[in-house]
T-cell receptor, first 114, second 109 residues
Framework: DQQVKQNSPSLSVQEGRISILNCDYT??????FLWYKKYPAEGPTFLIS?????DKNEDGRFTVFLNKSAKHLSLHIVPSQPGDSAVYFC?????????????FGTGTRLQVTL | DGGITQSPKYLFRKEGQNVTLSCEQN?????MYWYRQDPGQGLRLIYY???????QKGDIAEGYSVSREKKESFPLTVTSAQKNPTAFYLC????????FGSGTRLTVV
């Protein structure tokens, strides 16, 4: 049972255009959502996050939108740059008492072309 | 610099052998996590520990074991009971696993 889904395994965008990466989740108990960027054979690096009580968070070229009613979040990258080419994972946090853990989607490979 | 160190970067083992992957952090984080990544799949949680001497099974704990004797260290042992041990293993620490190490690629031959 996959609680966090990224239905697009890959996305190709032209340099300077907007990249939109999507993520859907099923567990309404998730209270925090994160996006990570990952290069091959490296660990993921944290990109941007959003609390479940907000609907938008912006950091430079990166904006994350959260639609709780639809259980959907998206990452917008504007403008896209060649260095943005990587695999992007969305993750959702759940808590059990004092413990917390992240559940990851399967990732979307973004390629930004010249 | 503060961070998470995983060693070694690449590891080869014969089938049927146990192998231990190292994870050390100097971020003073209480929580530490082990994830596994397979091609075309997301990161799946193996084990996690919120404090020293305590740990919980994640979604795919079978065939793995961990210990948490020190706050800085959270080693993962891949036992011979793990059916498909060849994978990329990632260690993380922080509240909710925010900081990741660079990973260990384990290949079992």
């Amino acid at each position: 049972d996959q609680q966090v889904k990224q239905n697009s395994p890959s996305l190709s965008v032209q340099e300077g255009r907007i990249s939109i990466l999507n993520c859907d989740y099923t567990n309404s108990m998730f209270d925090y959502f994160l996006w990570y960027k990952k290069y091959p054979a490296e660990g993921p690096t944290f990109l941007i996050s959003i609390s479940s009580i907000k609907d938008k968070n912006e950091d430079g070229r990166f904006t994350v939108f959260l639609n709780k009613s639809a259980k959907h979040l998206s990452l917008h990258i504007v403008p896209s740059q060649p260095g943005d080419s990587a695999v992007y994972f969305c993750a959702a946090r759940s808590r059990a008492g004092t413990a917390s853990k992240l559940t990851f989607g399967t990732g979307t490979r973004l390629q930004v072309t010249l | 610099d503060g961070g998470i160190t995983q060693s070694p970067k690449y590891l080869f083992r014969k089938e049927g052998q146990n192998v231990t992957l190292s994870c050390e952090q100097n971020l003073n984080h209480d929580a530490m996590y082990w994830y596994r990544q397979d091609p075309g799949q997301g990161l799946r949680l193996i084990y996690y520990s919120q404090i020293v001497n305590d740990f919980q099974k994640g979604d795919i704990a079978e065939g793995y074991s961990v210990s948490r004797e020190k706050k800085e260290s959270f080693p993962l042992t891949v036992t011979s009971a793990q059916k498909n041990p060849t994978a990329f293993y990632l260690c993380a620490s922080g509240p909710g696993g925010y900081t990741f190490g660079s990973g260990t690629r384990l290949t079992v031959v």
